[in-house]
């Protein structure tokens, strides 16, 4: 078997947990999400002893459907790695089918949730956060759509005789005045050491 096709045509019943999960097993789907399946899948002992590894994971092109080897799912469960823990919490109306042999791991799921597995949940919580303040501020502070010239980023103090009332001079940017950078040169900068 090497291919997510042949394990679902397989008529040796290799498939002992399959799931709907994603949007559509927590609520959150739209009318045009796609459905995303996670499953675990056993492999024969005879294909341990050939000099070719049995897969450990199949997967379609767009990754919306992925099942595990039951090794593979083990080892991610140990390291309490949060997709692989939730397979184990999935809601009954979500579960596509259980076999005996996963029965037999769910009734001792406890012995995943450890310490780890708090660290891992709370560590992509908080990604989550930050990469939604980061969206928040995109959304917020919409950036142009051209992409900046250096004249941008090129701020002077226009030297002028002005009254006193005008001080103190403020910076303007060099792209609102008739100044093009192409034709200017620095040749020495103040209290900026190693410029």
């Known amino acids: ?3 997510l096709q042949e394990l679902l045509t397989s008529q040796r019943g290799l498939i002992i947990f399959e799931s709907v999960v ?3 097993a927590y609520g959150t789907a739209l009318p045009e999400s796609d459905q995303d399946i996670k499953g675990i899948f056993a492999v024969l002992a005879q294909k341990y002893l050939q000099l070719e590894s049995p897969p450990s994971q199949l997967s379609d092109e767009k990754g919306d459907t992925v099942f595990y080897s039951l090794r593979r799912f083990l080892e991610l469960a140990a390291t309490a790695n949060p997709n692989i ?3 184990l919490f999935m809601p009954a109306d979500c579960v596509r089918f259980k076999s005996l042999c996963f ?3 769910e ?3 406890d012995m995943f949730l450890t310490k780890a597995v708090y660290d891992s949940h709370i560590g992509y919580a908080h990604a989550q956060i930050k990469k939604a303040r980061g969206q928040n501020k995109w959304v917020n502070n919409p950036q142009p759509e051209e992409r900046p010239l250096i004249d941008d980023f090129c701020w002077f103090v226009p030297h002028e005789n002005n009254s006193k009332d005008e001080f103190p001079l403020r910076p303007k940017p060099l792209s609102t005045l008739p100044v093009l950078l ?3 040169h620095a040749a020495a900068l103040e209290h900026c050491p190693s410029m």
């Open 1 to 3: 078997m090497h291919s």
């Open 22 to 24: 994603g949007s559509q």
């Open 85 to 87: 823990i939730e397979l």
């Open 103 to 105: 029965e037999f791991i």
């Open 107 to 109: 009734e001792r799921r």
């Open 182 to 184: 192409s034709e200017c």
